[in-house]
């Protein structure tokens, strides 16, 4: 069996999947940590018996890191990401990819110039019932696709919001669309195909951030069905749901839990809706999920195998540019049509 190793930029929050992944996906070996916070780094290098550095560069320098996982804020993966890519190194970076279209861009070209694959962590393709809707999707079982929609009804209070000063600031995370709803957004266009139109309306209610803690969004996708997002992290007094939600002339099917990770319905003509509702996952410890172990392996068979990760550079864009269009109708109270006019793949905090 091909081995691998990899090295994890950034030791906080979502670190820990990563490591746990690592561990537990046969073949991958986590050889070296950076994290600026010198105790965060001491107890990932004390756990899991790797190398460690407070300035990544020297992890970037290490022969034996061929994987680089970018879990620093958001704001600095397109930097790191790119650097890493300079080195040699494979890179998997956590959602979002970027915080711009130019950013996101520049690093697909990395990937290619330098010949190294570049994978994005939207864990949830990798969720059972997710696999099942869209293999129903790719038999052509929901007819034609009339309208979807993206739920993300969870709480983040005053507390993680203080816990690390980036958290919803413009420049380095966004708000509760271009954080937590990401995989959702990422989820509807997966469904639905490209989007042709959206219009969109946020807000900032009761967190004290730059970032929206609310937002609606209608979207016209170019196969002519609608869809409709509705994101928060103001629910009280936790976490609720997250919920995809997809239709069309012969089929419906609804995936909630707090992570979409539950089937709800499946109706589908032949197919019995008790026997696919009793077969299901237990439900995750939290909205992470159980998908980053399948990131991983996904990412090193596609390093065998020669092709691209499933969820490839070109595919993380995707809901970015979404999110950015949001975004922008927002801010200029307006309809955005895609692809993006050029002056739209800028971040609002850059
Ligand atoms: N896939 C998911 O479900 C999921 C879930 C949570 C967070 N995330 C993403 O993961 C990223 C990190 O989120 P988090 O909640 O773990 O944040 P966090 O603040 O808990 O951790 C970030 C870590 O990066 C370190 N860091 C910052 N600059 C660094 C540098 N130059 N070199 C080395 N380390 C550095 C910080 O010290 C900190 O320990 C974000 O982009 C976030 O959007 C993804």
Not at 87 to 106: F, R, T, W, Y
Not at 141 to 159: P, Q
Not at 175 to 180: A, E, S, V, W
Not at 285 to 312: K, S, W
Request: aromatic content about 8%; charged content about 25%.
């Amino acid at each position: 069996m091909q081995t691998y190793g990899f090295g994890i930029i950034g030791c906080g929050r979502i670190s820990k999947n990563h490591m746990e992944s690592i561990k537990a996906v046969p073949g991958a070996k986590l050889v070296a940590a950076s994290d600026i916070v010198e105790e965060k780094l001491a107890k990932t290098v004390e756990k899991y018996e790797c190398k460690g550095y407070s300035d990544y560069h020297e992890l970037l320098a290490n022969p034996e890191v061929q994987i680089v996982n970018i879990c620093t804020e958001s704001g600095l993966h397109a930097r790191i990401a790119i650097e890493a890519m300079k080195a040699g190194k494979h890179v998997i970076v956590e959602k979002p990819m970027a915080m711009s279209l130019v950013e996101a861009d520049q690093m697909i070209a990395t990937a290619q110039t330098m010949g190294v694959k570049l994978g994005v962590v939207h864990q949830n393709r990798f969720n059972n019932a997710i696999v099942k809707v869209r293999s129903a999707l790719e038999k052509g079982k929901f007819g034609k696709l009339t309208h979807a929609s993206a739920v993300v009804r969870w709480n983040r209070n005053d507390e993680y919001y203080s816990q690390a000063p980036w958290r919803g600031t413009w420049a380095q995370d966004g708000g509760c669309l271009m954080n937590q709803s990401i995989h959702n957004i990422d989820l509807l266009q997966w469904m639905m195909g490209p989007v042709e139109s959206l219009f969109a309306y946020t807000a900032t209610n009761m967190r004290k951030i730059e970032g929206e803690d609310l937002g609606a969004v209608v979207l016209k996708f170019k196969n002519g069905a609608l869809g409709m997002i509705e994101a928060t992290t103001t629910i009280y007094p936790k976490n609720l749901e997250e919920t995809l939600s997809v239709f069309g002339t012969d089929g419906t099917a609804c995936i909630g839990g707090i992570a979409v990770n539950k089937l709800e319905s499946w109706r589908f003509a032949g197919d019995d809706e008790h026997a696919m509702l009793a077969d299901q996952d237990k439900e995750p410890p939290n909205v992470y999920g159980f998908g980053h172990a399948d990131i991983i392996q996904d990412f090193m068979e596609a390093l065998t195998e020669g092709r691209e990760p499933a969820v490839c550079g070109k595919e993380g864009r995707k809901a970015l540019e979404i999110i950015l269009a949001v975004y922008h109708s927002v801010k200029y109270k307006k309809e955005i049509t895609f692809p993006l006019k050029e002056e739209f793949t800028i971040g609002l905090g850059l």
